[in-house]
């Protein structure tokens, strides 16, 4: 169990499904918080000060028996003071108080530098077979971001506590940003026409919040966003703490999710052996400081292709959709333009390309300076950002591709679906 573990590295979550790193018998199981029955786990219980610091905690062995099972939906219900469910009267004065305590935790956050992209993620509806029948927007209320803030304010704990016992150990690390590559960022935002001011050298994750603020006006605001972020470095597991600049923290690891990671559950075995069995001799050092960074790098591995295999799908199920609607007109925005053709993103996030051959109205060619189709009429041609109206032109799960053509006289009269 424990080599297949480390080799999945992670649950894979998929449009309908999770591939689990553990069984399902242990996943969904007796590893699971089920309501109504007792369950092994490790706690980290802290008392937090009104300026959402840490100011003790105590990471101990208990049983924890969860009496609910709620969702997200009917949390968020009580916490915007819509209604209380059913069954759920007990526990809403409870909520208001972590709902409370949540937004001091996020505000003590952002004051230390966290960056909320604020990133949108479709989310795939699939009918009993599996198909594909609707894409919609992931939604992120406040029960979401309760949770959010709790789990990062105990893997912050929990990092620092082995940090300064100066232990091997796992963090969850985030390198700072090259300047060349915010550099490249911002001379693309004044290819746009806006102009951002900010300190490139040396950057801090306050200034990268301030990028982000005197973009979030903007009408492309979320594709300007999602630009920034892939100009970052990604986040990976290392034994080495350097910090972790997107959250703004200086200690971090994964601990609250044992089930779904192996680093999680590396960190809950360190835990133990360190904090419960005092096993911290030499030879448990020296065994550690060799092990530890294999097992990092691996995970991390796992993590890029647990990602790409879900991005795979994501786009598989949204062709599988897009199939449904080939003649169909939509409005969208250009989120990236390339030599080869412009891609539009409609409101869902499903994204297409529009070939610059299905350019017909006029000659274009890309013009790498402005990231930019400028026709030979047409001198301001198509740029990132512009609302431009579509017709879905061909659609092929196979491949994972969605094209459109620009929503014309022309192209109605050859492409729209015969209502």
């Given amino acids: 169990l424990d080599d297949e573990a480390y080799d999945r590295g992670t649950s894979v979550y998929l449009a ?4 689990p790193m553990l069984p399902h018998k242990l996943s969904n199981g007796i590893c699971s918080l089920n309501p109504g029955v007792d369950r092994l786990a490790i706690s980290c219980v802290m008392t937090i000060n009104p300026n959402g610091k840490v100011v003790d905690y105590d990471i101990f062995e208990s049983v924890i028996k969860s009496r609910i ?6 949390v968020n219900k009580i916490l915007n003071d819509i209604e209380i469910p059913s069954g759920y009267e007990p526990y809403v004065s409870k909520l208001k108080d972590m709902y409370e305590l949540s937004k001091i935790l996020r505000k003590a956050k952002i004051d230390k530098g966290y960056i909320d992209f604020e990133i949108d993620e479709a989310k795939i509806i699939v009918d009993d077979n599996g198909k594909a029948i609707d894409v919609v927007l992931r939604e992120r209320g406040a029960g979401e971001k309760l949770i959010e803030d709790f789990m990062i304010a105990a893997n912050e704990t929990v990092a620092s506590c082995i940090y300064f016992m100066e232990l091997p150990f796992i963090y969850r690390v985030h390198g700072c940003p090259s300047e060349e590559k915010i550099n490249q960022f911002l001379s693309f935002v ?22 982000l603020k005197q973009l979030s006006d903007k009408k492309e605001y979320h594709i300007l966003s999602s630009l920034l972020l892939r100009s970052m470095q990604k986040a990976i597991y290392d034994t080495d703490n350097i910090g972790h600049f997107g959250l703004g923290s200086k200690c971090y690891t994964h601990f609250t999710s044992p089930i779904r990671r192996f680093p999680d559950t590396t960190v809950h075995r360190l835990l133990r052996k360190y904090l ?8 448990t050092v020296e065994y550690e400081e ?11 591995k796992k993590e890029r292709d647990s990602v790409e295999c879900e991005r795979e799908v994501d786009d598989m199920k949204k062709a599988e959709y897009m ?5 169909e007109v939509y409005s969208g925005m250009i989120s990236s333009i390339l030599s080869f053709g412009m891609f539009v993103e409609l409101p869902n996030l499903v994204e297409g390309l529009i070939r610059i051959d299905d350019l017909t109205e006029d000659h274009y060619t890309y013009d790498e300076s402005t990231i930019s189709l400028i026709g030979k009429k047409n001198k301001r041609g198509y ?6 109206g579509v017709i ?10 969605v094209d459109f053509v620009i929503d014309n006289e022309q192209n109605r009269k050859i492409y729209m679906k015969r209502m």
């Fill in 290 to 300: 060799q092990r530890l960074p294999l097992i990092a790098e691996h995970s991390s």
């Fill in 16 to 19: 309908d499904r999770v591939i």
């Fill in 276 to 283: 419960f069995n005092h096993n911290i001799d030499n030879d």
């Fill in 392 to 401: 879905v032109k061909a659609a092929n799960k196979e491949a994972r591709t």
């Fill in 383 to 388: 740029r990132l950002g512009d609302e431009v």
């Fill in 323 to 327: 199939e449904e609607h080939i003649g």
């Fill in 69 to 74: 099972q709620m969702t997200y939906k009917n």
């Fill in 190 to 211: 004044s290819s746009l026409g806006y102009q951002v001011n900010g300190k490139v050298k040396d950057l801090t994750p306050i200034a990268m919040q301030d990028i």
